[in-house]
């Protein structure tokens, strides 16, 4: 095999194309396969004088019936031929990278420098555009060899290397995310990417890691930055993660949030520091990272030390019932990490299990228990009263959410869930108004439940 490289113009491989001079082999060669956003940003590419990977071609020449047939057959290159022979015909309308922000996702030093290309097919570019992309120089490798075996060789080889999986682009975005979830998940390529310790010692990897300890950091990310206990549950599968990625690229790493969320991987470490059991699963470490932020302000510390203890046993019996595929422990989480399981209502419906069984065992106590809902408690009644307000029956926002004492607070109501229900800040009863509301709350209790007891009677109950 003989290899000579040489440097071509735009033009002239477009030329070539053209008088059918470049061909591609279908018995090994795939067919096109980029869509116009690859290929829209291979060309704004050229434009910006951002260098193009090796061409392969391989030399062909042969002699049929007494006359010489010479073409170059495509071993590696076809997607990027594709692309500059598509808008070399004026086929292809570059993307406007303001205009087009919500597709092209450029990072905001692309959007902040001038485009005179945007929005414009070649045709609609300035005669200085027109030669800058067509006297634009591309290194190709031309392949001479008589065994065909050798030039499918070389292209099984070419692409024998692994393309980078999603979370490897991500890594090379710019803006303040990507550095925290790097700084957080680590990458030991890099001396400064070392990882925080929950990732690095209570999370399991798989032998070759390839940024999946990364994505899942992004994950916990996403739903604890977005308060996903409050309300804000969101999807975390591949398209909702590049999506935040690009959302955030002025992230602040500095701000409140980032060190809250340090603190919990903290105490997550301390807590799991004498753990013999396995290392956490992705959707296991994305359950306590948001439980601990549930329980670490509103009550004492005892629960910390009964942490483990609750969570092998839940643990023990998510295990036994998955075996069985039967059982609440199955059709309320574990089936739940199977299909689907990135979507926001899987990921909600999985945590408010877990958080009920957890809290059965730890049994928590609130630092005032006197008067003052947990977040625990306020996530429960919430959910159970699903988002909506016990006055005026409309969706309640987490941020507008208060809890009222239905037999109040000052003539002995205790701060139980039972005695909880949800209301908006202005609809919170008070007064004649709080009285009136839980003869209407009891009355639809009664109706409920069938109940044969009068109102009279349940009046004279204490609360439970």
């Given at each position: 095999?003989?290899?000579?490289?040489?440097?071509?113009?735009?033009q002239?491989?477009?030329?070539?194309?053209?008088?059918?001079?470049?061909?591609?082999?279908?018995?090994?060669?795939?067919?096109?396969?980029?869509?116009d956003?690859?290929?829209?940003?291979?060309?704004?590419?050229?434009?910006?004088?951002y260098?193009?990977?090796?061409?392969?071609?391989?030399?062909?020449?042969?002699?049929?019936?007494?006359?010489?047939?010479?073409?170059?057959?495509?071993?590696?290159?076809?997607?990027?031929?594709?692309?500059?022979?598509?808008?070399g015909?004026?086929?292809?309308?570059?993307?406007?990278?303001?205009?087009?922000?919500?597709?092209?996702?450029?990072?905001?030093?692309?959007?902040?420098?001038?485009?005179?290309?945007?929005?414009?097919?070649?045709?609609?570019?300035?005669?200085?555009?027109?030669?800058?992309?067509?006297?634009?120089?591309?290194?190709?490798?031309?392949?001479?060899?008589?065994?065909?075996?050798?030039?499918?060789?070389?292209?099984?080889?070419?692409?024998?290397?692994?393309?980078?999986?999603?979370?490897?682009k991500?890594?090379?975005?710019?803006?303040?995310?990507?550095?925290?979830?790097?700084?957080?998940?680590?990458?030991?390529?890099?001396?400064?990417?070392?990882?925080?310790?929950?990732?690095?010692?209570?999370?399991?990897?798989?032998?070759?890691?390839?940024?999946?300890?990364?994505?899942?950091?992004?994950?916990?990310?996403?739903?604890?930055?977005?308060?996903?206990?409050?309300?804000?549950?969101i999807?975390?599968?591949?398209?909702?993660?590049?999506?935040?990625?690009?959302?955030?690229?002025?992230?602040?790493?500095?701000?409140?949030?980032?060190?809250?969320?340090?603190?919990?991987?903290?105490?997550?470490?301390?807590?799991?520091?004498?753990?013999?059991?396995?290392?956490?699963?992705?959707?296991?470490?994305?359950?306590?990272?948001?439980?601990?932020?549930?329980?670490?302000?509103d009550?004492?510390?005892?629960?910390?030390v009964?942490?483990?203890?609750?969570?092998?046993?839940?643990?023990?019996?998510a295990?036994?019932?998955?075996?069985?595929?039967?059982?609440?422990?199955?059709?309320?989480?574990?089936?739940?990490?199977?299909?689907?399981?990135?979507?926001?209502?899987?990921?909600?419906?999985?945590?408010?299990?877990?958080?009920?069984?957890?809290?059965?065992?730890?049994k928590p106590?609130?630092?005032?228990?006197?008067?003052?809902?947990?977040?625990?408690?306020?996530?429960?009644?919430?959910?159970?009263?699903?988002?909506?307000?016990?006055?005026?029956?409309?969706?309640?926002?987490?941020?507008?959410?208060?809890?009222?004492?239905?037999?109040?607070?000052?003539?002995?109501?205790?701060?139980?869930?039972?005695?909880?229900?949800?209301?908006?800040?202005?609809?919170?009863?008070?007064?004649?108004?709080?009285?009136?509301?839980?003869?209407?709350?009891?009355?639809?209790?009664?109706?409920?439940?069938?109940?044969?007891?009068?109102?009279?009677?349940?009046?004279?109950?204490?609360?439970?």
């Open positions: 095999m003989e290899l000579n490289s040489e440097k071509i113009t735009i002239n491989l477009l030329e070539l194309k053209k008088n059918s001079m470049l061909i591609v082999n279908p018995e090994y060669q795939r067919a096109a396969v980029w869509k956003n690859q290929q829209k940003k291979l060309i704004d590419s050229v434009l910006r004088g260098p193009l990977p090796l061409i392969y071609l391989h030399h062909k020449k042969r002699v049929i019936a007494g006359m010489q047939n010479e073409g170059l057959e495509i071993i590696d290159g076809q997607q990027r031929i594709n692309a500059l022979y598509k808008f015909e004026s086929a292809l309308k570059l993307f406007d990278p303001i205009k087009d922000d919500k597709v092209a996702r450029f990072p905001n030093f692309v959007k902040n420098s001038p485009c005179p290309w945007a929005g414009c097919d070649f045709l609609g570019l300035s005669d200085e555009l027109k030669k800058r992309f067509l006297n634009t120089e591309i290194i190709i490798v031309k392949i001479t060899t008589d065994i065909e075996d050798e030039a499918r060789d070389l292209f099984i080889r070419l692409q024998a290397g692994l393309p980078l999986n999603a979370q490897e991500r890594d090379a975005w710019p803006g303040g995310f990507t550095e925290l979830v790097l700084k957080f998940g680590g990458k030991q390529e890099i001396a400064r990417y070392t990882g925080h310790d929950f990732f690095r010692k209570v999370v399991k990897k798989s032998s070759t890691d390839r940024g999946e300890v990364r994505q899942l950091c992004a994950q916990i990310c996403m739903l604890f930055f977005e308060r996903a206990t409050q309300g804000n549950w999807d975390i599968g591949t398209q909702a993660v590049d999506d935040y990625y690009y959302k955030n690229l002025d992230f602040d790493i500095s701000s409140p949030i980032v060190s809250r969320l340090s603190q919990i991987l903290d105490l997550a470490v301390q807590l799991f520091s004498s753990q013999t059991s396995p290392k956490l699963k992705g959707y296991e470490a994305i359950h306590i990272i948001l439980l601990l932020d549930s329980l670490l302000d009550y004492t510390r005892g629960w910390q009964n942490f483990i203890h609750a969570y092998d046993a839940f643990k023990a019996n295990a036994l019932e998955k075996k069985e595929r039967e059982g609440e422990y199955w059709f309320e989480y574990g089936s739940l990490t199977q299909t689907g399981s990135d979507k926001a209502r899987t990921i909600q419906r999985r945590h408010a299990f877990f958080r009920q069984k957890m809290l059965s065992e730890l106590t609130l630092l005032d228990p006197t008067r003052i809902f947990g977040e625990v408690e306020r996530e429960i009644v919430y959910y159970r009263d699903e988002k909506r307000c016990a006055v005026c029956d409309q969706e309640i926002r987490w941020i507008d959410l208060e809890i009222h004492h239905v037999e109040e607070h000052h003539i002995g109501g205790l701060t139980e869930i039972e005695n909880a229900v949800s209301v908006h800040k202005d609809c919170h009863p008070k007064g004649q108004k709080a009285v009136e509301f839980k003869i209407r709350w009891l009355e639809e209790k009664l109706k409920n439940e069938n109940d044969k007891k009068s109102i009279d009677e349940l009046l004279r109950e204490p609360s439970k």
